[in-house]
């Protein structure tokens, strides 16, 4: 344990949010990307190992990554309209700004394996009961939090305003964006997978058919993001081409808002 699960490239990508942030703010375009050099990921446990510290801290920072994604999508939305942009400096600005969201896009990935690094058996014997009743209320998710209802508000938004401003960087940079969001997807089926998603109900969904539900937590994961992916690229685009087949499929799943998990 430690960070055992991460490799070298993703504790990096854990911090290049942050960086792509202050960069920014400082007046980068971030055109060239710039990879945040930091010492090794170490590769031992601390004395005193808390897995449920880790799992709330771990989440704590997952959310405030969260809310980086969320900033670089509304300064993308908030860049003026080619149509008034002579010198393209609309387009340069959207273009900056959804590099930084895809870079917080690929930090909450790294994030959400970190937080999950410890045994399977600690998240059943410690974990899961903590996010059980009495210690919470029945059916609670990380997907019922504002900042996550926030950003796949803004999804159909983004939708409209990618397939407006077409080909050209600010076109590029929202393919990085989607691919960033696949590669998060990934990471919590990953996760869901390892602590025994791929066979068992999430507590959302068990708890929204009272026990009933034999649906493993990873196809409703899975369903979950092939429809978030259709609302967020738009059809005959590069951004759509930029989602595997084998993620996107052939057509989203109506039903898969009542299985969250």
Same mark, same amino acid.
């Given at each position: 344990?430690?960070?055992?699960?991460?490799?070298?490239?993703?504790?990096?990508?854990?911090?290049?949010?942050?960086?792509?942030?202050?960069?920014?703010?400082?007046? @980068?375009?971030?055109?060239?990307?710039? *990879?945040?050099?930091?010492? /090794? !990921?170490? #590769?031992?446990?601390?004395? %005193?190992?808390?897995?449920?510290?880790?799992?709330?801290?771990?989440?704590?920072?997952?959310?405030?990554?969260?809310?980086?994604?969320?900033?670089?999508?509304?300064?993308?939305?908030?860049?003026?309209?080619?149509?008034?942009?002579?010198?393209?400096?609309?387009?340069?600005?959207?273009?900056?700004?959804?590099?930084?969201?895809?870079a917080?896009?690929?930090?909450?990935?790294?994030?959400?394996?970190?937080?999950?690094?410890?045994g399977?058996? @600690?998240?059943?014997?410690?974990?899961? *009961?903590?996010?059980?009743? /009495? !210690?919470? #209320?029945?059916?609670?998710? %990380?997907?019922?939090?504002r900042?996550?209802?926030?950003?796949?508000?803004?999804?159909?938004?983004?939708?409209?305003?990618?397939?407006?401003?077409?080909?050209?960087?600010?076109?590029?940079?929202?393919?990085?964006?989607?691919?960033?969001?696949?590669?998060?997807?990934?990471?919590?089926?990953?996760?869901?997978?390892?602590?025994?998603?791929?066979?068992?109900?999430?507590?959302?969904?068990?708890?929204?058919?009272?026990?009933?539900?034999?649906?493993?937590?990873?196809?409703?994961l899975?369903?979950?993001?092939?429809?978030?992916?259709?609302?967020?690229?738009?059809? %005959?685009?590069?951004?759509?081409?930029?989602?595997?087949?084998?993620?996107?499929g052939?057509?989203?799943?109506?039903?898969?808002d009542?299985?969250?998990?």
């Amino acid at each position: 344990m430690g960070v055992s699960i991460l490799d070298p490239v993703e504790w990096q990508e854990m911090f290049a949010g942050l960086d792509a942030l202050l960069r920014y703010a400082s007046g @980068d375009r971030l055109k060239e990307g710039v *990879p945040v050099v930091l010492r /090794p !990921a170490p #590769r031992h446990a601390l004395a %005193g190992y808390d897995p449920e510290r880790r799992w709330l801290v771990g989440h704590q920072l997952f959310f405030a990554l969260l809310q980086g994604v969320i900033v670089g999508l509304n300064c993308y939305l908030e860049a003026g309209s080619a149509a008034d942009d002579p010198d393209d400096e609309a387009a340069a600005d959207a273009d900056a700004a959804v590099r930084v969201a895809a870079a917080f896009m690929r930090s909450s990935a790294a994030a959400i394996k970190f937080t999950s690094d410890f045994g399977p058996v @600690d998240y059943d014997t410690r974990i899961r *009961p903590a996010m059980s009743p /009495p !210690a919470v #209320r029945e059916g609670f998710s %990380g997907l019922q939090t504002r900042d996550h209802a926030h950003l796949i508000s803004l999804f159909a938004r983004l939708r409209a305003t990618a397939a407006a401003r077409g080909e050209g960087p600010a076109g590029e940079a929202f393919e990085q964006f989607v691919e960033a969001t696949v590669t998060a997807y990934e990471a919590h089926k990953f996760i869901c997978a390892r602590f025994g998603g791929d066979v068992l109900p999430s507590l959302r969904m068990a708890a929204a058919s009272r026990g009933r539900s034999t649906q493993a937590g990873i196809t409703a994961l899975r369903q979950l993001m092939r429809a978030r992916l259709f609302a967020l690229t738009p059809e %005959g685009t590069p951004a759509r081409a930029a989602v595997p087949t084998s993620v996107l499929g052939s057509t989203p799943s109506v039903q898969t808002d009542r299985s969250e998990i």
